[in-house]
């Protein structure tokens, strides 16, 4: 079979790697991809968000399957557009994706079906808004409901913080039409984690779990990024009684849901969770892979992953299990200088050929015989051994033999894990 990887980043690059390995897959095809993902994949110059583009070219190529990467292709309909043309896709349809694409909608489900979340209030009027914000406690969480690069979410520490916060989404639009509405919430306090699960809108199939360092800077310091790193399992975070509690509380009340608003989703669910001495309380829900969760994730998975987007797509997960590797894996982000702000492209990458780690390319792209960065995050060095530490000593052993001018990266990645 052939298939179609849409998406250009080091998630996109774990996911066609893992594709390329199935004895089922004939060619893999990525649009557009990068420099790295041509290793493994034949690139295709069509934006992720031009679907009637991606429509023609995967009836003219004859593709068997198409997996989408980022957010907004899966908000913008893209499943629903290749299901109407006869083309099989992987990933939950519009109306479904709202459980990422809106915050408000996305609350409201969790409320209406029991989903631990934190407390707090919908508005799609500024005034009530600040009238909700005046009657709570600091530090207050204010959310943009669409959208918005990961950006639209303040954590206020007072109360004309958070007022700012409605103003610049609400009134200035900051984030464009993302601020129509919304989400007012309480601050959690606890530890963060990632959670997987395929669902075929029956059942699901959980993933071991991740955790991902959202801040530039070691010690969670610095702005928010789309994520510098990620170690897999976090059991120390997630252990086996609060996994259960994820798995009764969250998963089986979400198929719950789905089932009572006749929601199609058949796909990635990507809950972020914040365990708090509560139990597990739900951030947001994702419709899709984390980037860079997927990269050890990917890297531990010992199934067919051809296996399990079918057995998703067909409703046939209760049947279906998956193997994973007993190794832990860890993946550090090696950055362009300045990300998550300002940077500059276009500088050679060094050293790509002396690592044992598989390296996943987000941010490059190929000139002649070299490799170029072209993106924030630039490369995923992604490192499995047998214990945590080892895996973590052998991801920084080949990202310190990596270079690139401005390179940045994080230095703790994975020690809350140890
Ligand atoms: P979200 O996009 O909703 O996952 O929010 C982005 C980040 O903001 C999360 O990864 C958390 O670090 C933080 N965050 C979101 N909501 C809350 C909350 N209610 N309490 C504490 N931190 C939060
Ligand atoms: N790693 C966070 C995300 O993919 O949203």
Redesign the pocket.
């Known amino acids: 079979m052939k298939v179609l990887v849409i998406g250009s980043g080091g998630r996109e690059h774990a996911l066609a790697w893992k594709l390329k390995q199935s004895p089922r897959v004939a060619e893999v095809f990525c649009a557009p991809g990068n420099g790295g993902i041509a290793q493994v994949a034949t690139c295709v110059p069509l934006a992720a968000n031009d679907h009637g583009a991606l429509v023609q070219f995967a009836k003219r190529e004859g593709i068997g399957l198409t997996v989408v990467g980022p957010d907004d292709a899966l908000a913008g309909g893209i499943v629903d557009h290749f299901e109407s043309e006869g083309l099989r896709i992987f990933g939950p349809t519009k109306s479904a994706a709202r459980l990422e694409s809106s ?1 408000v909608f996305a609350k409201q489900f969790m409320l209406r079906h029991g989903i631990p ?2 407390a ?1 209030g919908q508005f799609s009027d500024p005034a009530e808004a600040c009238a909700f914000i005046a009657k709570m406690a600091v ?1 207050i ?1 204010v ?1 943009a409901s669409g959208l918005a690069l ?1 950006k ?2 303040i ?1 206020a520490q007072t109360h004309a913080e958070a007022d700012a916060a409605v103003r610049e989404i609400m009134v200035e639009r900051k984030f464009g039409d993302a601020g129509t509405e919304v ?1 007012i ?6 530890l ?1 984690c990632s959670i997987h699960a395929l669902v075929d809108g029956r059942g699901y199939l959980l993933f071991p779990s991740a955790q ?1 360092h ?1 801040r530039a800077l070691d010690g969670d310091r610095g702005l ?1 990024t789309g994520g510098m790193g990620t170690f897999s399992p976090a059991d120390k975070i997630l252990p086996p009684a609060m996994e259960k509690r994820v798995r009764v509380e969250v998963m089986d009340r979400f198929i719950t849901g789905l089932r009572a608003d006749d929601l199609d989703f058949r796909g990635m669910l990507f809950p ?1 969770l ?1 365990i708090t001495p509560n139990g597990p ?1 739900v ?2 829900f ?1 419709c899709r892979f984390g980037d860079p969760e997927t990269q050890v994730l990917m890297a531990r998975l010992d199934s067919d992953l051809l296996d399990l987007l079918d057995a998703t797509i067909d409703r046939r997960l209760g049947k279906c299990g998956a193997r994973w590797l007993p190794s832990p894996a860890v993946c550090v982000i090696m950055a362009s200088g300045g990300y998550p702000g300002g940077y500059e492209k276009g500088k050679p990458i060094t050293g790509l050929d002396s690592v044992d780690a598989t390296v996943f390319h987000a941010g490059t792209k190929r000139e002649g015989d070299r490799y170029l960065t072209n993106g924030g995050r630039v490369l995923g060095v992604t490192a499995l051994a047998a214990t945590l530490g080892a895996a973590r000593e052998r991801a920084y052993a080949d990202v310190k033999k990596i270079h690139f001018e401005g390179a940045h990266y994080r230095t703790d990645i994975a020690a809350r894990g140890l």
């Open positions: 915050k979340t934190a707090g530090p969480v959310k990961g639209g979410v954590i989400v919430e309480e601050f959690l306090d606890g963060e991902d959202k928010n972020g914040m309380k951030l947001e994702n």
